[in-house]
């Protein structure tokens, strides 16, 4: 894939304009930000940024044995396959076994040197008659001179090793293996140079970062190269791989039930499309008649069992909707006859192509006066969607999903679709599959909706999904009846898992408990990797392109939501309403209750709190209460989104606009000893307002800006005087008002910014 001046941009956390500038300085002719930077310009960029030419050849030669060639790279020649480092630890080693086989010998000299002494003195004892206590054995002065011996043996013997060998002076260009995250002392410690160093080096690139932050992997390598190595991007074995060869199925694939997502613009009738296929009322349950959650359901038709998923129409949900068309088979695009394609159509087109999924047209509302289901097939005709009657590939089906006209015959179109497709799976072994929908319930825990792709889930299987994980203690199906098993293309509730899993996430049944949990914790710790680097970016990702300009303003936000779907989808919608005057800064969401956490963070960033279809505890609620913590409740996303705009302009300094209110001009002045100055004047435009501020005015030029001392009419105090009439005015503190000269009376008025 081609990577353009400004992908490399956002790689160097700088902006395309200050890159732009260093790639011209280092003799390139990019002069777009859509130019493409191939791997030759990265290296002229480096080799600019360095400012420094190869060096020449040298070899230096150890006396272990190691010869290394230098100039730019580097080869290493030695008798064994020992590295450079290798070879240094193994004289490291050497000298301290050699150390300690000197020590182990002095301790037996001193022990043999003491018993030789203390014979010798019992023979003088004996031959002369004297005792002990005339010439006492002086211990401590023999230990004393062993120590010093031992002392001077030990120096001698690292004074023989830095002999043995030296470590070359010159710069050695070694391949350093670089991880997707790394710490920038643990690169440090990779190039074996100083921390501050590669700190340095990240500065240059425009990266602001410690010791102890994490850096991504093109990051690292841009480092690396910089200081003169060269990087290797090395993919880590994770437990993920070791998961993903642990998902192997030793029956033969058996047919499988299709999954049929249905999608369509708000309003276009896909609930009650549904509703009528399997007799119920979803929609009545849903704020406004509108479905904010995915559905997943069973239905027995007389064409077989299928698998019907049920996604949002709103713009908000598109990720839910992308996500639906990523785990199913057959997209049924509905589509109101009297309204015709709208840009959710469009949308969920773009998302069944981009998954390449097979696509049924179900065109509803035939029964509305102005359907017009012929104008529906030429405008999907416009855009690839030929119907089969026109000569195409696609099947379209006119229903009333209101009456129930056309379902039977769109169900055969399904199910013959289903059949051309051949869709298979395997039955026996551990089941995998697709996170649908997830929910923190008050009375049952954790909730998620299933989607089984291969396999049989159980009661009592161990399920990773995420960083959740847990023993499955209840299965219920889309009717709800707990049942003991589930098949593939099953679209089940599960209760068990110890957390919240993300609705999207993939799931797998593994071993054990152990297994189970090394895998969450894995997932855990790449989480937080991620989201110090996160939290890196957005405080150092825009700092060339903040320099001298105005500051966004931050509304901080704390949502919760009931399931994890919508929190997703509404997690989009905020952070697309950022502008360039202000932005949205999500500091936590979550599914279920708003909390005491909640409300504490709230308090501590300054943030708001949304719930959405979810309300605060009763230990929440003081704290909210007592502290004054915005807090707005929704359960329909237009609302929401409204609400935050507003706070949003609320952030901004009002805009202050000017009105003139009137205009006079002086005729003559006049000195009065109660009000000094007064100036005798005709108003020619608006009125003469006295508790306005005005502008004095010479040729059209303003000489004074302030306010009126006094405005009288024959002779009495006036508060305003209309167009056509003669007033006198007294202006405050100022004295150099002249004939023909003109005072403007203006108003100022705040009006709210909008985002």
């Given amino acids: 894939m081609a990577i353009t001046v400004k992908d490399f941009a956002k790689t160097l956390k700088i902006s395309d304009k200050a890159l732009l500038e260093r790639m011209q300085k280092a003799g390139l002719s990019h002069k777009k930000n859509s130019d493409e930077v191939t791997p030759s310009d990265k290296q002229a960029l480096l080799k600019s940024l360095k400012g420094v030419k190869s060096t020449p050849t040298k070899s230096i030669t150890s006396d272990s044995g ?23 630890e193994a004289k490291r080693a050497a000298a301290s076994e050699q150390l300690k086989e000197q020590q182990t010998k002095r301790e037996e000299q001193l022990k043999e040197a003491t018993k030789q002494k203390q014979e010798q003195k019992k023979k003088q004892f004996k031959n002369t008659g004297t005792t002990s206590k005339d010439k006492p054995v002086n211990l401590k002065e023999q230990l004393s001179s062993a120590a010093k011996e031992y002392k001077n043996k030990e120096d001698s013997i690292f004074d023989e090793s830095k002999h043995q060998f030296e470590a070359p002076k010159d710069f050695i260009k070694k391949d350093i293996d670089v991880p997707e995250n790394i710490q920038v002392g643990a690169l440090a410690k990779l190039m074996a140079v100083k921390g501050g160093e590669v700190v340095k080096n990240l500065m240059s690139l425009g990266v602001v970062a410690t010791m102890n932050d994490f850096i991504d992997q093109e990051t690292a390598i841009l480092v690396v190269e910089e200081i003169g190595h060269n990087g290797i991007a090395v993919k880590e074995e994770s437990i993920e791989d070791d998961l993903a060869n642990l998902i192997k199925y030793e029956d033969k694939p058996k047919t499988r039930p299709a999954v049929i997502t249905v999608m369509g613009h708000v309003d276009h009738g896909k609930t009650t499309l549904l509703d009528f296929i399997r007799n119920s009322k979803v929609v009545d349950s849903e704020s406004g008649g509108i479905t904010q959650h995915i559905g997943a359901y069973e239905v027995d038709t007389p064409k077989g069992k299928l698998t019907f998923i049920d996604t949002p129409g709103h713009a908000a949900f598109s990720s839910m909707r992308a996500r639906g068309a990523n785990t199913t088979d057959i997209v049924v695009l509905v589509v109101a006859a009297n309204d015709g394609i709208k ?74 679709e289903a059949e051309i497709l051949e869709l298979k799976a395997h039955y026996d072994g551990a089941a995998q599959g697709v996170v649908i929908e997830s929910e923190l319930d008050k009375f049952r825990g954790s909730v998620a909706t299933l989607l089984i792709q291969n396999g049989t889930l159980k009661l009592g299987d161990l399920v990773v999904s995420g960083n959740a994980m847990g023993k499955i203690k209840s299965i219920i199906d889309s009717n709800g009846n707990k049942i003991k098993e589930a098949l593939p293309s099953a679209a089940v509730e599960v209760l068990g898992l110890n957390s919240v899993p993300s609705a ?58 009931d399931v994890g779907g919508t929190c997703e989808a509404i997690n989009n919608a905020l952070i697309n309403l950022d502008s360039d005057k202000a932005k949205v800064k999500i500091v936590s969401s979550g599914v279920g209750g708003i909390t005491e956490s909640d409300a504490n963070l709230a308090l501590a960033v300054d943030a708001i709190i949304l719930g959405f279809n979810v309300r605060a505890e009763n230990t929440a609620k003081k704290i909210i209460e007592s502290d004054s913590i915005p807090l707005s409740y929704h359960s329909i996303i237009y609302e929401l989104l409204d609400d935050v705009k507003a706070r949003m302009s609320g952030l901004l300094d009002p805009i202050i606009k000017e009105e003139i209110v009137g205009t006079a001009e002086v005729l003559e002045v006049f000195n009065s000893p109660k009000f000094g100055q007064v100036a005798g004047c005709s108003v020619l435009e608006g009125n003469v307002l006295r508790n306005k501020p005005v502008r004095v005015l010479r040729d059209d030029i303003v000489i004074f800006e302030g306010e009126l001392n006094s405005l009288r009419r024959f002779k009495e105090d006036v508060n305003e005087v209309k167009n056509g009439n003669e007033c006198g005015m007294g202006i405050k503190n100022y004295k150099d008002i002249k004939p023909g000269d003109k005072i403007e009376v203006f108003d100022r008025k705040e009006e709210t910014q909008e985002i």
């Fill in 504 to 561: 999207g996430d993939q799931f797998q049944v593994v071993k054990n408990e152990k297994q189970a949990r090394e895998i969450s914790d894995y997932r855990t710790s790449k989480e937080k990797e991620k989201k110090l680097l996160k939290q890196k970016d957005e405080s150092v990702g825009d700092l060339f392109e903040t320099l001298g300009q105005e500051t966004k303003k931050v509304l901080n936000v704390i949502l919760k939501t």
């Fill in 343 to 416: 840009p959710q159509t469009e949308e969920a087109i773009n998302h069944a192509r981009a998954a390449e999924v097979s696509i049924v047209v179900a065109i509803n509302k035939i029964d509305i006066n102005g359907a017009d289901p012929e104008k529906v097939k030429g405008d999907l005709a416009a855009i690839d969607l030929t119907p089969e009657d026109w000569g195409g590939n696609i099947q379209m089906v006119p229903i009333s999903a209101l009456k129930g006209d056309g379902i039977d015959d769109l169900l055969e179109r399904i199910a013959l």
């Fill in 66 to 88: 190691v010869k290394v060639t230098s100039k730019g790279k580097s080869s290493t020649t030695t008798t064994s396959s020992k590295s450079y480092s290798d070879n240094i």
